[in-house]
């Protein structure tokens, strides 16, 4: 009888627990590469990202990276896009945007970038999203964004800056100008995540 | 491996083969509730762990057109915060030609030991010469055009940390403000004023 108690019948237990390994595996979404990785700076803030409903601006090396959650909206904003900008993108085209990772290129040299494969995608250098004054592409991506969320989702998008931590200010504050000029006064800014006490 | 199967069968047949199936029907499922064990940890740690951080920051309204006249507040009770190039920090308390006592402009660092602590007993010492909570510290943050990101952030999450109730951001620069971050010596009119 004492000796049959030391080993105990762990089926159940093995069942539990794959079971919840299946769980936090399909739970868990793939990390889509990024097109241009940045090194954020730390901060002490816990405020976590929203999971939708965000536009992401990546900014590194002067260059403005644009993301947008959420597959609907990016199928629409793109469509948005190419008819202000008279480039049209085919149902492959759009339905391949939407799963895409953040691009840095014009609107015009989109189609090049999403006809690519996602391993050559990283290879190429791009240049990043328009954002002068005369072509301010940058502006336009935002305001479609913002139009598409909320025909598709009834809310409104919200913005994140994830610049480089050693990007000058200068490029951060023409960003924040664009965002400011569309009246969005209160966006986040992506950080790392640092202990308490440093 | 006939030897291992010693034990009494009892089945009716007597054959080997029924005795020896079953021994081995349980299998020691230790070993693999580990592994499941880890692997759940692994995926629970990645999913909430994988969020990034962010940093709310609310900017003013910015309208050409808006006309209201500028909000005069008392200069007791700002701070100026001016970011350079690398990694330097001035600040000054009050006005820049007449910094209040013991606010002259002056080099700081980064992180605890450095801003953190002036800003702290600065904090301070605005409540006590208000009285009120509703009137705390004006923090303005000056990050000039060879400041990086690092910089705005982590004087950011200073503000956060220490609880300044105002701060802005502000691009104008003066003169005298530029001067400041290009020598790097802060002139001596305060004896309080170290760097």
């Known amino acids: 009888m004492k000796k049959k108690s030391t080993s105990t019948d762990m089926t159940a237990m093995c069942d539990v627990a794959f079971l919840l390994l299946t769980f936090f595996i399909l739970t868990a979404t793939a990390k889509v590469p990024e097109a241009m990785p940045v090194d954020t700076p730390a901060s002490t803030v816990q405020t976590k990202l929203p999971e939708k409903d965000l536009a992401t601006l990546t900014v590194g090396n002067g260059k403005v990276f644009f993301d947008v959650k959420g597959k609907d909206v990016r199928m629409r904003t793109l469509e948005l896009m190419g008819n202000k900008y008279g480039v049209t993108f085919s149902e492959d085209d759009q339905k391949q945007f939407a799963i895409m990772e953040s691009f840095g290129v014009p609107v015009q040299n989109l189609k090049q970038i999403i006809e690519m494969k996602p391993s050559d995608r990283k290879k190429v250098q791009q240049p990043g999203v328009p954002k002068d004054s005369l072509d301010n592409q940058l502006a336009d991506w935002i305001q479609n964004a913002r139009i598409a969320n909320i025909e598709l989702h009834d809310k409104e998008l919200e913005l994140a800056i994830k610049g480089d931590a050693k990007e000058e200010y200068p490029v951060i504050k023409k960003v924040m100008d664009i965002l400011q000029d569309q009246k969005i006064n209160n966006f986040s800014l992506v950080t790392g995540l640092r202990g308490k006490e440093k | ?195």
């Open chain 2, 1 to 195: 491996m006939a030897e291992l199967n010693t034990g009494d069968g009892g089945g009716k047949k007597g054959s080997k083969k029924v005795r020896s199936k079953k021994q081995n029907s349980k299998v020691d499922l230790t070993a693999m509730v580990d592994l499941a064990f880890l692997l759940i940890t692994f995926f629970m740690l990645t999913t909430t762990l994988s969020k990034p951080q962010s940093m709310n920051l609310g900017l003013p309204d910015k309208d050409p057109k808006d006309d209201t006249p500028p909000v005069k507040v008392d200069e007791n009770r700002t701070m100026t915060i001016l970011l350079g190039d690398n990694n330097k920090l001035v600040r000054y308390v009050g006005l820049l030609a007449t910094p209040v006592k013991g606010g002259a402009p002056k080099d700081f660092e980064y992180g605890k030991d450095g801003i953190r602590k002036e800003l702290l007993s600065r904090k301070a010492a605005v409540l006590q010469y208000t009285g009120t909570k509703d009137k705390g510290m004006i923090v303005i943050i000056k990050p000039s055009k060879k400041s990086n990101y690092r910089n705005l952030v982590d004087v950011l999450d200073e503000m956060a940390i220490v609880g300044v109730p105002t701060y802005a951001i502000v691009n104008e620069f003066s003169p005298e403000e530029a001067k400041l971050l290009s020598n790097g010596t802060p002139p001596a009119t305060d004896n309080t004023a170290k760097p």
